[in-house]
Nanobody, 123 residues
Framework: QVQLVESGGGLVQAGGSLRLSCAAS????????MGWYRQAPGKQREWVAG???????NYKDSVKGRFTVSRDNAKNTVWLQMNSLKPEDTAVYYC?????????????????WGQGTQVTVSS
């Protein structure tokens, strides 16, 4: 069974920082694209940042310059470093990943979500 486990959320004052982590577990052969999403109360889930296998990154405009996504392929882990946090960043944050199990000649692909971690930014 392959899954993503998140950690690192919490309560922080505006201007503060948090670092979220997302670790994949199970018989992982490779992780392709990974991304972070968030869902604020009463709103749709939205994409925040993404990172490719080769570590190319992309960000939602409102977090550019404040958030940094990174990954360690050997550890099957992705991080989201969030600086200069604002109250509008308050949400449940989810990681998402395209996971591959098996081998290069016999593989299966899965898309998985983490369980979510609450980030609350007070003003």
């Amino acid at each position: 069974q392959v899954q993503l486990v998140e950690s690192g959320g919490g309560l922080v004052q505006a201007g503060g920082s948090l670092r979220l982590s997302c670790a994949a577990s199970g018989s992982i052969f490779r992780i392709n694209a990974m991304g972070w999403y968030r869902q604020a109360p009463g709103k749709q889930r939205e994409w925040v940042a993404g990172i490719t296998t080769g570590s190319s990154t992309n960000y939602k405009d409102s977090v550019k310059g404040r958030f940094t996504v990174s990954r360690d392929n050997a550890k099957n882990t992705v991080w989201l470093q969030m600086n200069s946090l604002k109250p509008e960043d308050t949400a449940v944050y989810y990681c998402n990943a395209d996971l591959v199990t098996g081998s290069s000649s016999d593989y299966k692909e899965y898309n998985r979500w983490g369980q979510g971690t609450q980030v609350t930014v007070s003003s």
